[in-house]
C-alpha cells in the first residue's frame, strides 16, 4: 500500500492549494486518514483527521482555513487550504491507518512541499 500526494508547491500569502492524497494498492480496512506537517526545528504536527466514517477533526490554527475531505470513492482525503499564511509553509504528509487483517498498519506519503511566500 502506497499513499501518492500531489497539489503542493509555491503560492503568495491568501492564496489557495488543495493537497490530495490517494491509496494506492489494497488495504483490508482503513480505520483513519489524515494529513501531518512538519517544519525544520518542530515536530510534525498533526493537521486534520478523518476517522472512517466520521467527521474531520483540524487543529485551530486551521480550522476556519482548511477543509478536509474523505473521498471514499476515490480511497483519498483532499485537504482544501485558503487564505494560506507563510506559518503555513511546511512538508505536508499524508497518513493512514488501517489493516491487512493482521494487527495494525501505518503508511505514510513521501511528503510534500507547500511554500508560502510573496
Known amino acids: 500500500v502506497q499513499l501518492v500526494e500531489s497539489g503542493g508547491g509555491l503560492v503568495q500569502p491568501g492564496e489557495s492549494l488543495r493537497l490530495s492524497c490517494v491509496v494506492s494498492g489494497y488495504i483490508l480496512r482503513v480505520y483513519e486518514m489524515a494529513w501531518f506537517r512538519h517544519t525544520p526545528g518542530n515536530q510534525r504536527e498533526l493537521v486534520a483527521s478523518?476517522?472512517?466514517?466520521?467527521?474531520?477533526n483540524l487543529i485551530d490554527s486551521v480550522n476556519d482555513r482548511f477543509t478536509a475531505v474523505r473521498d471514499y470513492a476515490q480511497n483519498a482525503l483532499h485537504l482544501q487550504m485558503t487564505n494560506l499564511g507563510p506559518k503555513d509553509t511546511a512538508v505536508y504528509y499524508c497518513?493512514?491507518?488501517?489493516?491487512?487483517?493482521?494487527?495494525?498498519?501505518?503508511?505514510w506519503g513521501q511528503g510534500i512541499q507547500v511554500t508560502v511566500s510573496s
Open positions: 497518513y493512514l491507518r488501517g489493516t491487512e487483517g493482521r494487527g495494525n498498519m501505518i503508511v
Open positions: 478523518v476517522p472512517q466514517g466520521g467527521t474531520a
